[in-house]
């Protein structure tokens, strides 16, 4: 059984440039939620997705948007980067819970370097 | 303003003696809390959670406290091994499914 699985695993960019993260949730799980991890902090929540919708938002500038497939996997886009965008993006999945979960499964990050 | 806090960066501890990692919150509004281990190269792994209505849960080796008054809780782990050493996320959410974590503190068991 797969768990959660996150390409590329490294990514270096220049500023200004776009990037997309990509995202495959653990099998049966239908909620995929993004975060930041800068170096030495813990991760910050940037979005969350269900049933292809955002339903929750952390405090990120529109700059970063994201998308849910029907097979439940999801896209993480970062619009005009910046050098403080430089940080280990962690994807996490959920099982079906009602309408929500609390423990999630993380991937191992895609770490995006911006030059 | 960081609603989750771990103030300890580090602890070190003796193989087979108790290990205690301490977090406090500040958002009365969690109701559910989490902790999570992370390895270099890896996410984060769910280790234990306890829901606010609660004061203690326990899995094997490892016990979360919550108090609810002190806005405070720990993780216990009894006995600590040296494959437990790794960095310990507390984290916190509401039923909204968000989740908000603390800066992590990094545990080293020695043998």
């Known amino acids: ?115 | 303003d960081q609603q989750v806090k771990q103030n300890s960066p580090s602890l070190s501890v003796q193989e087979g003696r108790i290990s205690i990692l301490n977090c406090d919150y500040t958002n009365s509004m969690f109701d559910y809390f989490l902790w999570y281990k992370k390895y270099p190269a890896e996410g984060p792994t769910f280790l234990i959670s306890i829901s606010s209505i609660k004061d203690k849960n326990e899995d094997g080796r490892f016990t979360v406290f919550l108090n609810k008054s002190a806005k405070h809780l720990s993780l216990h782990i009894v006995p600590s091994q040296p494959g437990d050493s790794a960095v310990y996320f507390c984290a916190a959410g509401t039923n909204a499914g968000k989740s908000t974590f603390g800066d992590g503190t990094t545990l080293t068991v020695k043998p």
């Open chain 1, 1 to 115: 059984d797969a768990g959660v699985t996150q390409s590329p695993t490294h990514l270096i960019k220049t500023r200004g440039q776009q990037v997309t993260l990509r995202c495959s949730p653990k099998s049966g799980h239908d909620t995929v939620s993004w975060y930041q991890q800068a170096l030495g902090q813990g991760p910050q929540f940037i979005f969350q997705y269900y049933e292809e919708e955002e339903r929750q938002r952390g405090n990120f500038p529109d700059r970063f948007s994201g998308h849910q497939f029907p097979n439940y996997s999801s896209e993480l886009n970062v619009n005009a980067l910046l050098l403080g965008d430089s940080a280990l993006y962690l994807c996490a999945s959920s099982p079906p819970s009602g309408s929500y979960s609390y423990e999630q499964y993380f991937g191992p990050g895609t770490r995006l370097t911006v030059t």
